[in-house]
């Protein structure tokens, strides 16, 4: 388990979105929280990103691939799906833009640029 510094950027057509700030890294996985959302970012053949707070989103990304992912509300479940994934992953940095899709409905193209380095402090 390693303390990690992170500069995360969440960017559409309507939002732009920055967090800066501490999580932790094990193994493949980063967590962090970003106004009292759990973030959570799982490196492996596909990319998942999963939001936690009043829902749940789980957002399954790869390369050219077009995959469900979950959308859990209180009121109940939506279709969710990314298409068109562009993903560049470095050691310590991910970029990925995609197509997000609820409910058979185009919502944005979105881009997530996540850098993280070893917290010495």
């Known amino acids: 388990m390693s303390k ?3 500069k995360a950027e969440t ?3 309507n939002t732009n979105h920055k967090y800066i700030g501490k999580g932790l890294k ?3 996985k980063i967590t962090y929280y970003d ?4 973030t959570q970012i799982i490196l492996s053949d596909k990319i998942v990103i999963i939001r936690e707070s009043e829902y749940y989103i789980e957002l399954n990304l790869k390369e050219k691939n077009k995959l469900q ?3 859990q509300t209180k009121y ?3 279709n969710l799906e990314t298409s ?5 992953q470095t050691e310590n940095s991910l970029y990925i833009k995609y197509d997000l899709i609820i409910d058979n409905e185009f ?4 881009e997530y640029i996540l850098n993280f380095s070893i917290d010495t402090i």
Do not use: A, P
């Open 84 to 88: 068109n994934v562009k993903i560049n």
């Open 76 to 78: 109940g479940n939506l």
């Open 11 to 13: 960017k559409s057509k």
């Open 26 to 28: 094990v193994n493949n």
């Open 4 to 6: 990690i510094k992170i």
């Open 69 to 71: 992912g979950k959308y």
């Open 35 to 38: 106004e009292k959302i759990k």
């Open 107 to 110: 919502i944005d193209t979105f």
